[in-house]
């Protein structure tokens, strides 16, 4: 039962460089959600898609991108990565309803 | 605007002791409220929901959390601490006028540590 994974687990960045953050489900859900995880600050929304091609901004979409070319998968770009972007990043994805099931999370250091 | 406020950062207990993990919440409508939770490096896990069916909800490993809206509270609790239980929790709203459980509101999260 593999649910969510992403890759990779932890990265480290220099300032300047882009990169991408991977994520796929195999439980053939339509919503998949990007969130950042910054210690005492819960999780914010970066992007959210409800179907394949179909992607729309959350809270703090500011330096990052997504792409949903298929319904298994949903990357997440980072260009000209900052130090601010230091944080965990979680992919999460789910039928509808409010139960998200999430990955175990990509740490990323920007230095 | 939505928003949502758990009371205590950090919560400590002995194990076998009762859990309470406070959370506040405001919302212009009928809000679906959440708590997941997070074991250490792991991603977070549903622990139980509430839409507007049974005010007090069970979750799963004995947890439950009673809905009380005159109160705007959404209460975890737990009779016994067992050990596994020590992770980082979250409460979580919905808000149907402000995106729905497409733009979930977390918590800060209260992190639950059980002693022997």
């Known amino acids: 039962n593999a649910g969510v994974t992403q890759t990779p687990k932890f990265r480290i960045l220099k300032i300047g460089q882009s990169m991408t953050l991977q994520c796929a489900q195999d439980m053939n859900h339509n919503y998949m959600y990007w969130y950042r995880q910054d210690p005492g600050m819960g999780l914010k929304l970066i992007y959210y898609?409800?179907?394949?091609?179909?992607?729309d901004k959350g809270e703090v979409p500011n330096g990052y991108n997504v792409s949903r070319s298929t319904t298994e998968d949903f990357p997440l770009r980072l260009e000209l990565a900052a130090p601010s972007q230091t944080s965990v990043y979680f992919c999460?994805?789910?039928?509808?309803?409010?139960?998200?099931?999430f990955g175990e999370g990509s740490r990323l250091t920007v230095l | 605007a939505q928003s949502v406020t758990q009371l205590d950062s950090h919560v400590s207990v002995s194990e076998g002791t009762p859990v309470l993990l406070r959370c506040n919440y405001s919302s212009s409508y009928s809000p679906s409220l959440f708590w997941y939770v997070q074991h250490p490096n792991k991603g977070l896990q549903l622990l139980l929901k509430?839409?507007?069916?049974?005010?007090l909800v069970k979750g799963i490993n004995g947890f439950e959390a009673e809905f009380k809206k005159s109160e705007t509270s959404f209460h975890l609790t737990k009779p016994s601490a067992h050990m596994s239980d020590a992770a980082e929790y979250f409460c979580v709203v919905s808000d149907p006028k402000t995106g729905g459980y497409n733009k979930l509101i977390f918590g800060a999260g209260t992190r639950l540590a059980v002693h022997p």
């Open positions: 999460a994805s789910t039928k509808g309803g409010g139960e998200l099931f």
């Open positions: 509430y839409t507007s069916a049974a005010t």
């Open positions: 898609s409800v179907g394949a091609g179909i992607t």
